[in-house]
């Protein structure tokens, strides 16, 4: 088991522009100069990233920390090997979808 700040190299918080937990992250058609230079981890990440998926899904996908996912991600953004988009809102538009908030609701209430 390595502990998560090994994994990060002791960083708390990643570089660069913040990016929500729902935001979409997608494999980019860059390729790797140097594959030993990624972590398994980070191998890990970017093969679930081939399709569309959210950051928590990721989190969820490698059972890491979130905080050590963010920091990952963020080292391949900053390879050029992801995009991170923040993700589509109704409400900024200020429409809000009923039925979504009351899934939300309904799932919280779940927990």
Known sequence: MVRPYALTRGRTRHAG???DLVATVTAT???VTDPAALAPEHVSVLQLARVPTTVVDIASDVDLPLGVVRILLADLRELGL???RAPATTAARGVVDKNTL???LNGLRGL
């Open 17 to 19: 522009e913040a990016f």
């Open 82 to 84: 992801v995009a991170i």
């Open 102 to 104: 009351r899934e939300v």
């Open 29 to 31: 058609p860059g390729t």
